[in-house]
Structure formats: C-alpha cells, structure tokens
C-alpha cells in the first residue's frame, strides 16, 4: 500500500519513472488501466483494442518522463496526461479508414469518462515490465522511428522527408515496428 501511497506525490513517481522503479511502474500502470479500458470498450473498441493503446500511451508517458519533455504541474498530471494520450490514439485510431472498414456499424460517438474500480491484474503487470524491456531490445531502425514518432511527436510526413522515402513506406515500418513489440509483449497463441 506504501507504494500506491508513491502514487499521490508526482516528485517521487518521476524519481521512480526515471530511476525504474518496477514497484512503482506497476502500481501506475494499474492504477490507470481501467479508466482507459472503460474508454476503448465504451467507444467501439475490444478489450485488446485498450491493452494495445494503453501500452502505446504508457511508453509515450515512460518516454517523455525520463526524457525531460513532460514536466507534471500538479498532484494529477501524470495521470491526466496518460489518458488524455491514450484518448487522442484511440479517436486516431476510430476515425482511420481501417477501423471504419471493420466496425462498419461504429458511430462516432463523445468520449465519456467512466470512473471504475482498479482491477488488479497481475498480467497487466507482466506486460507493462515486457514492453519496456521489449522497447529495449528492439532493433535500432524501430526505436529510432517510434522515438521520432511517439517521442518527438514528428509526423510520418516528416519522418519520411527526413529519410528521404515515401509516406507509405514510413508508416508501414511503424506499423511492423509496433507490430515486432507486440510480438515480443504478447505471448504466442498455439
């Protein structure tokens, strides 16, 4: 509990990000989880749709945290600003043509904000630690792309002008870049 209590001072959850507390990591993956699933399944999306955005916005979070370019200015902050990155993946994510393709009934709908309980679950835990590792190790080429993308916040235009290749090209290496993650977070189903 002493380690949730780390949750309320946003000076000590930034010397826990930046000095990769697994504690204190897990307990604000945790704790935030369940306001993004009930936004995703609330909005047209599955329970792997929240997973897979959530742990996009963790690591944008992680990222920016460590890296000096969010600096929280109240007690809420951190919070608030993970869910509003996961909010803003989400709306990107429904309003692409792919998403209308197989949610052909989906009606854009205002995002609401449910407040549930935190659910515990000790694979959100395991998956939150696999990501950053798994971040880690990926190869060069990715890191330096979904830095460039998520971190940097630089459009795939950008990117691709920056690389001197095409947009399409930029955004499907992103894609299997996140895709290789995925591989490596989620276990294989047999």
Same mark, same amino acid.
């Given at each position: 509990?002493?380690?949730?209590?780390?949750?309320? $001072?946003?000076?000590?959850?930034?010397?826990? =990000?930046?000095? #990769?507390? +697994?504690?204190?990591?897990?307990? @604000? /993956?945790?704790?935030?989880?369940?306001?993004?699933?009930?936004?995703?399944?609330?909005?047209?999306?599955?329970?792997?749709?929240?997973?897979?955005?959530?742990?996009?916005?963790?690591?944008?979070?992680? $990222?920016?945290?460590?890296?000096?370019?969010? =600096?929280?200015? #109240?007690? +809420?902050?951190?919070?608030?600003? @993970? /869910?509003?990155?996961?909010?803003?993946?989400?709306?990107?994510?429904?309003?692409?043509?792919?998403?209308?393709?197989?949610?052909?009934?989906?009606?854009?709908?205002?995002?609401?904000?449910?407040?549930?309980?935190?659910?515990?679950?000790?694979?959100?835990?395991?998956?939150?630690?696999?990501?950053?590792?798994?971040?880690?190790?990926?190869?060069?080429?990715?890191?330096?792309?979904?830095?460039?993308?998520?971190?940097?916040?630089?459009?795939?235009?950008?990117?691709?002008?920056?690389?001197?290749?095409?947009?399409?090209?930029?955004?499907?290496?992103?894609?299997?870049?996140?895709?290789?993650?995925?591989?490596?977070?989620?276990?294989?189903?047999?």
């Amino acid at each position: 509990m002493g380690e949730l209590h780390k949750l309320d $001072n946003q000076s000590q959850l930034i010397v826990a =990000i930046k000095t #990769n507390d +697994s504690v204190a990591l897990k307990a @604000l /993956y945790i704790s935030n989880y369940a306001k993004i699933e009930s936004l995703v399944l609330s909005n047209s999306g599955t329970k792997e749709d929240a997973k897979d955005v959530y742990q996009d916005a963790f690591i944008v979070v992680w $990222n920016n945290i460590k890296n000096n370019t969010f =600096i929280p200015l #109240n007690e +809420s902050a951190i919070q608030g600003y @993970l /869910y509003t990155i996961a909010k803003n993946k989400w709306m990107d994510i429904i309003k692409s043509s792919r998403f209308k393709k197989t949610k052909s009934t989906y009606e854009e709908k205002s995002f609401a904000y449910k407040s549930d309980e935190v659910h515990e679950d000790d694979s959100s835990n395991e998956k939150m630690k696999a990501t950053m590792d798994a971040f880690k190790n990926l190869g060069e080429p990715c890191k330096q792309l979904l830095t460039s993308f998520y971190y940097e916040k630089k459009t795939l235009k950008d990117i691709a002008s920056a690389l001197n290749i095409e947009e399409n090209t930029v955004r499907n290496k992103k894609y299997r870049c996140m895709e290789k993650l995925r591989t490596m977070v989620l276990p294989q189903k047999t």
